[in-house]
C-alpha cells in the first residue's frame, strides 16, 4: 500500500481548481471530460489537479465497453479548490462509472501496482 498526497491548494484565484481521484485501486487509466472535452487522465496513483473557468460544468468519466450514464453537473468557485471521486461498480451485465464532488482529501491508501510482491 502506499499514500498518495493531495495538494489542496488552488492553482489560480481567478479559476477553480479541481481535483480528481480514484482509490479503488484499478489499474485503468481513467479519461476525464469536463463539458464533452477531454480534461486529461487519472489512475490510482496519480489524480488529476487542472484548473478551469468558474460557472456552471458537466464532469464525467468513461472506460471502454461502458456507457456514460451518470453526468454530475456542477457549479466551479472562483479561488476555490474542488475534489471529485471517480467511482467504478463492475456488474456481471452492465459496470457503471461516475464522478461523484467529495469533500477535501488530503490523502489516499490505495496498492500500488508499480512495486513488486
Known amino acids: 500500500m502506499i499514500t498518495v498526497p493531495i495538494d489542496p491548494e488552488p492553482l489560480s484565484k481567478e479559476k477553480s481548481t479541481l481535483i480528481i481521484y480514484h ?5 485503468d487509466n481513467f479519461p476525464v471530460f469536463l463539458d464533452k472535452k477531454l480534461l486529461g487522465h487519472v489512475t490510482s496513483e496519480t489524480p488529476l489537479k487542472v484548473q478551469v473557468e468558474p460557472g456552471p460544468h458537466e464532469i464525467y468519466t468513461e472506460v471502454p465497453m461502458n456507457v456514460i450514464d451518470r453526468i454530475d453537473s456542477f457549479l ?16 456481471m451485465w452492465v459496470s457503471s462509472i461516475w464522478t461523484e464532488q467529495t469533500p477535501q482529501v488530503l490523502s489516499y491508501k490505495v496498492r500500488s501496482h508499480r512495486q513488486k510482491d
Request: hydrophobic share 35%; aromatic share 14%.
Open 23 to 27: 482509490e479503488q485501486g484499478f489499474t
Open 76 to 91: 466551479a468557485e472562483k479561488g476555490k479548490t474542488q475534489f471529485f471521486k471517480i467511482r467504478l461498480q463492475l456488474g
